[in-house]
């Protein structure tokens, strides 16, 4: 509970200092409500993509899903050209909004069921696995797109989500925030949530319990393909077209944001709300390092060095060792036990 206590503690403070900082440093425009919600509307498209990295590296076994971002990318200009091809936004914007978004949810949907029947029934390497999905999934992007960006235009119900707010907060940061909330229910009040975390915890121990393995995998890879598949609605909705290699940075960042929120690389734990905190902290030290005229070379830089350090830091237990009286001591040299 100390760890679980002290990670969100952490990103709390994390997220204050950087509005601090951020309010000195540009003279307090940072805090201004049209910059704050130009940050807010950017956070739902990588929030949902960390939410499925970390799924899947609660799940243990070396798991991780490279892939979301590809499949974000396919979910939304297979949907495009195929609800295209039928209906043009013209002739009614509100069917073509509904058919776009159920269109990109179930390639999403079906995208990560392939990922979790590869790794469960063939026992594919999750990293490998997802490695060759993605570019499957970018190629096939491309193919059907043509190597260009596919319009979407801007149908009333689709411009909503991307630009509308609801309260003075955009509408696509309370859709990412109704989400990552029934993806937390979802791991605390079912099932599935406690098969998911004991499994990577020992997944040995699991299978010997009767877990159903396979079953939470495929279930795993669904729901961050699912996730993939809103996040591409979001890019769709805050752009006019989409196009097969739109944030080619964003696999690096949602790894970042997965590891910055404690999420163990070995599996076993992690925690939705700090996922959210951390999404939250990246757009506030990317909104920052853009005020300070930095370009995107030195920013894509500072998350590689991030991402490096936070995984040096998670193998030591750093509030251990500033408070020694909390420490477990943990031998160095097996005790031995005495016989019988």
Known sequence: MQKTGGQLAMLLVINGLLLVAGALISGGSFLSVFNLQSMASQVPEIGLLAIGVMLAMCAGN?????????LANLSGVLSAVIVSSVLSVSESGTAF???FIAGAILVGLAGGVINGLLISRLNITPILCTLGTQMAFMGLAVVVSGGKAVAVGSPALLSSIGNDMIAAVPISFLIFVLVAGAVAALLKFTPYGLW????GTNPRAAVYAGFPRNRVIIATYAIS????????IIIAARNVNVKFDYGSSYLLIAILIA???????EGGYG???CVVLSAIALQLMSSLLNFGGLSNFVRDFAWG???LTFLAIGRYDIAG??????RTQTPSVPVPQASK
């Open 97 to 99: 909004s509904f058919l």
């Open 225 to 232: 393909g699912t996730l993939s598949g809103l996040a591409g």
């Open 196 to 199: 998911l975390m004991l499994m």
């Open 62 to 70: 070396g798991g991780i899903d490279l892939s979301g971002i590809a």
């Open 259 to 265: 590891v910055m929120a404690g999420v163990k690389p």
């Open 321 to 326: 060792f500033l408070s020694p009286g909390r």
């Open 305 to 307: 060095l991030l991402l």
């Open 271 to 273: 925690r939705v709300v």
